[in-house]
Nanobody, 125 residues
């Protein structure tokens, strides 16, 4: 059974930083692209960024490019999302996810099959 568990969310002031972590089990972590998504109240879930299974490449939504960084540790089966220069627009529930296919890079929400339960990030202005 695949499990993805996010942690690290919380309340942070605008301009501050926060790092989210996602621990995985039940899949061969090093074979999967890992993605981060977020959903703000009343909005659709949106792509934030993704990292290839080797960690050699990353891709970010324009809204977070230059502020957010994704990294992974395949030995520990974890993926992190480092967030800096946070604004109120970054307030959302953040999810990590893995696609349905191994060795495949995708940013499409519908391509992701395994999801964590999410962690709340609230940025106060």
């Amino acid at each position: 059974q695949v499990q993805l568990v996010e942690s690290g969310g919380g309340l942070v002031q605008a301009g501050g930083s926060l790092t989210l972590s996602c621990a995985s089990s039940g899949l061969t972590f090093s074979d999967y692209t890992m993605g981060w998504f977020r959903q703000a109240p009343g909005k659709e879930r949106e792509f934030v960024g993704a990292i290839t299974w080797t960690g050699s490449s990353t891709y970010y939504a324009d809204s977070v490019k230059g502020r957010f960084t994704i990294s992974r540790d395949n030995a520990k089966n974890t993926v992190n999302l480092q967030m800096t220069s946070l604004t109120s627009d970054d307030t959302a529930i953040y999810y990590c996810a893995a696609p349905g296919d191994v060795l495949t890079f995708t940013i499409g929400t519908s391509q992701y099959r395994y999801w964590g339960q999410g962690t709340q990030v609230t940025v106060s202005s």
